[in-house]
């Protein structure tokens, strides 16, 4: 299972949109506060990349934000990188 690490702050909506989607696939990962933590905007760009939240890792690579993931999920190369079986749509 790959590694996931989500950099958020307590206020963020695409924050808690990012966590709903990683729930509905049944997939956990690794928060990490920047409030919290006391991590500038300055320092979270030098870890990730990104300097807004979210910013989604996986297994060490950044991926972006919430709009990214959920790009990353409607193409189906989320599934993949996350190495999970592909949903399955029925007709029934």
């Known amino acids: 299972m790959a590694r996931i690490s989500m950099y958020v702050t307590n206020w963020c909506p695409y924050c808690q ?5 990683l729930e509905s696939i049944g997939v956990t990962w690794k928060e990490i506060n920047i409030e919290l933590e006391g991590l500038s905007r300055v320092q979270l760009a ?4 990104g300097h807004t ?7 060490g690579k950044t991926v972006g934000g919430y709009t990214d993931l959920f790009g990353l999920y409607q193409s189906g190369q ?3 990188m996350l190495e999970l079986e592909p949903s399955v749509e029925s007709d029934s």
Do not use: H, M, Y
Request: no cysteine.
């Open 17 to 21: 949109q990012a966590k709903r989607l």
């Open 46 to 49: 030098k870890i990730t990349g």
């Open 53 to 59: 939240v979210p910013q989604i890792l996986i297994n």
């Open 78 to 80: 989320l599934q993949t």
